[in-house]
């Protein structure tokens, strides 16, 4: 009889188990198309229905209404991380929650290079290249205000970053490489909001910091004597392309930054400038010079007068 009891019992605990792991597998399990593979992003502010409708919508989870109560099952329904979750297999909805909860997002972290004298157009070229969950236009968007202050460095970003939060470390950096010099500035006497600009100038005009320093004490000295700075790189900014050669009908293009036209620095900088050219615009080389060129071989040329400035265009430049 006990014998035959136990059986019993046996039989009773598997059948007991065997529901168990079938009400598992249906409720928790993945389903049966699971997408291997996918990407799947969640936008900043989802809340926890949206993030489920999405997931059922991609074949991810089985339980569109049940996944919220998952979530808060993790703690995760209020601290969701939003980014882009790869899913590399199929995977229990119990995982995905603890996944979507602790910013598990099975994606390797951006690495992202800034190079001296990009524009805030041209490194959201770069951000959304490197972070394709994250528009160009958002971080255009996010980064318009802060030109000339978003310092060249390389980053690493993780899959869950966003426009704001790419531009606030490139501003954070901005301010930590810019503090050692806040006595030179003080001493300059000029703004920093001038230095930057002038240093996103001479990026855009030079290479080397020997030529930055010297072209720094030419525009230094235009601008202390009321001359039009008429710096060729600002048409580049004004036209919005890398590089730019301006035409005679070019200089006459009404933009504030076109400095043939008006006097004194552009209203903001052109591109964001790194240490050398902020070094350089505020350690300029003085020389009786007025005037500057770079010939075709690259090589600058300068003059005190424009007689002499014309004669090396004729020299350096004619054909």
């Known amino acids: 009889m006990r014998h035959i009891l136990g059986h019993k019992r046996w039989a009773v605990a598997g ?12 409720l928790f399990g993945s389903p049966t198309a699971f997408p291997t593979g996918e990407i799947f992003v969640v936008k900043k502010g989802d809340p926890a229905p949206v993030i489920a409708q999405k997931l059922a919508a991609a074949r991810l989870i089985r339980h569109e209404s049940l ?3 998952v979530l808060r099952l993790f703690g995760s329904a209020t601290t969701v991380q939003a980014g882009a979750y790869n899913f590399s297999k199929p995977q229990s909805s119990l995982l995905i929650a603890w996944r979507l909860g602790h910013g598990d997002y099975g994606i390797p972290p951006a690495r992202i290079t800034i190079f001296e004298g990009l524009t805030v157009r041209e490194i959201a070229d770069r951000v959304a290249d490197a972070l394709p969950e994250i528009s160009a236009e958002e ?6 205000e802060y030109e000339g202050y978003l310092f060249p460095d390389t980053y690493i970003f993780p899959p869950g970053a966003d426009a704001d939060s790419v531009v606030q470390a490139m501003r954070t950096t901005f301010d930590a490489k810019i503090a050692p010099y806040a006595a030179e500035i003080r001493a300059s006497g000029r703004r920093l909001s001038d230095i930057v600009i002038m240093a996103s100038l001479l990026e855009r005009e030079a290479r080397t910091l020997e030529t930055k320093r010297v072209i720094s004490g030419i525009l230094w000295r235009r601008l202390l004597i009321d001359m039009p700075l008429q710096v060729d790189a600002v048409f580049g900014y004004i036209f919005a392309r890398p590089t730019y050669s301006p035409s005679y009908e070019d200089l006459k293009v009404d933009s504030p930054y076109n400095t043939y036209l008006y006097r004194g620095l552009p209203p903001g900088p052109i591109c964001n400038p790194g240490l050398e050219s902020i070094e350089a615009a505020l350690h300029p080389t003085k ?3 007025l005037y500057y060129l770079t010939d075709r071989d690259g090589v600058m040329r300068y003059a005190a007068t424009y007689a002499g400035h014309q004669a090396n265009q004729a020299k350096y430049l004619s054909r």
Request: charge should be positive; include cysteine; hydrophobic fraction near 50%.
């Open 15 to 26: 059948v007991v188990v065997l529901f168990c792991l079938l009400s598992y597998a249906y």
């Open 67 to 69: 996944f919220p109560y």
């Open 139 to 144: 971080v255009r968007v996010a980064g318009k």
């Open 287 to 289: 020389t009786p010079y």
